[in-house]
């Protein structure tokens, strides 16, 4: 008897049922939570304007030269191209914030940091003195140093500053005198004309692209979210 009236079950009653209603509930809240995921992604990159959709030659030329300086994993899902200025107020208001995102994320995340040297005359130098330094494995601490004491505006300046991190002051002013490095700055200066840069910085995160300061917390969220999605996918 009780096996004649577990025969005559509902289908979605017998176990094979519930396992199949369970399997479609999952998939449904999987895909929600997708779908919530790229919402609130679309939402941050409305908020900053980011461009998506970069062509195969943009991505060329953003990726297109490898003596660029860079941090985090050499696999990443994330790839931030920042073109940036030493001289530039709204460089430095980003760059402590895209310091912590490469170390918070240095495992995902791979940042490289490129040269548009228009805010002032002494831009192009000190582009060439954060290069020269890179001789000396100095690259990052003069970059940060360049930063923190923004208004250093001559040679003599920038050599004094680099010896306060450590760095050989004549080396770097035979660098500096030489052009050693002038040929980089020219190539990112040349890619970024090619883009379209009119300003700095000008991030390229994956495929999307954004002018300007980005404020800690919308660039944290877009990270955030932008890394949700990709490894929901």
Not at 11 to 36: D, E, H, N, Q, R
Not at 63 to 83: H, K, M, Q, R, W
Not at 185 to 197: R, V
Request: glycine fraction near 6%.
């Amino acid at each position: 008897m009780e096996n004649i009236e577990s025969s005559h079950k509902s289908w979605y009653k017998k176990w094979w049922g519930i396992l199949i209603i369970s399997t479609i509930i999952l998939i449904i809240l999987l895909g929600i939570a997708i779908a919530w995921t790229s919402f609130k992604l679309i939402s941050v990159m409305n908020e900053k304007e980011f461009a998506p959709e970069i062509s195969q030659a943009d991505i060329g030329l953003i990726n297109g030269n490898p003596a660029n300086y860079s941090l985090g994993t050499t696999n990443p899902l994330i790839t931030i191209v920042e073109f940036s200025d030493f001289a530039c107020q709204y460089c430095y208001n980003s760059f402590s914030t895209i310091r912590e995102i490469s170390v918070k994320y240095q495992d995902k995340i791979k940042y490289v940091h490129r040269y548009y040297p228009v805010v002032a005359e002494h831009s192009l130098m000190l582009a060439q003195a954060a290069h020269c330094a890179g001789e000396q494995d100095k690259f990052w601490a003069m970059h940060d140093a360049l930063f923190l004491n923004q208004g250093v505006d001559s040679e003599t300046k920038v050599i004094e500053l680099a010896r306060q991190i450590g760095a050989d002051g004549k080396k770097i002013a035979d660098c500096l005198n030489q052009e050693k490095y002038l040929s980089v700055i020219e190539k990112d200066f040349s890619d970024g004309q090619q883009l379209g840069i009119t300003g700095t910085p000008t991030w390229f995160i994956n495929n999307y692209r954004v002018s300007g300061d980005i404020p800690r917390d919308k660039f944290l969220m877009f990270i955030n979210e932008l890394l949700a999605n990709l490894e929901n996918n």
